[in-house]
Nanobody, 123 residues
Framework: QVQLVESGGGLVQAGGSLRLSCVASGRIIRLNGMDWYRQVTGKQRELVAT???????NYADSVKGRFTISRDNAKNTVYLQMNSLKPEDTAVYYC?????????????????WGQGTQVTVSS
């Protein structure tokens, strides 16, 4: 009924930049908190950045000053601008959001994950 689709991943050299996008679709009433996570194979998924419905942001220490999370509520989209990329940023990046949506005559809220987008930073 609702889904998130990420895009913008790819291969970039160290020091370069990428901008990830995550678009929500479905019978959406409201997007609540939205987050970006990343995961390296064999390791736990790591929270990278969060943005509340009011626009407050928070970042993992490892990306502070390099990554910026933002959202466009009119487009149901959250972004992750990644600058000064390092090889250790290589991972699959996942979008996560709390979404309130219509279910017939009612509404429901659930946590939704995107399918992930690969980011590879070469040294």
């Amino acid at each position: 009924q609702v889904q998130l689709v990420e895009s913008g991943g790819g291969l970039v050299q160290a020091g370069g930049s990428l901008r990830l996008s995550c678009v929500a679709s479905g019978r959406i009433i409201r997007l609540n908190g939205m987050d970006w996570y990343r995961q390296v194979t064999g390791k736990q998924r790591e929270l990278v950045a969060t943005i509340t419905s009011g626009g407050s942001t928070n970042y993992a220490d490892s990306v502070k000053g390099r990554f910026t999370i933002s959202r466009d509520n009119a487009k149901n989209t959250v972004y992750l601008q990644m600058n000064s990329l390092k090889p250790e940023d290589t991972a699959v990046y996942y979008c996560n959001a709390g979404i309130t949506y219509y279910t017939g005559a009612f509404s429901s809220t659930r946590n939704v994950w995107g399918q992930g987008t690969q980011v590879t930073v070469s040294s």
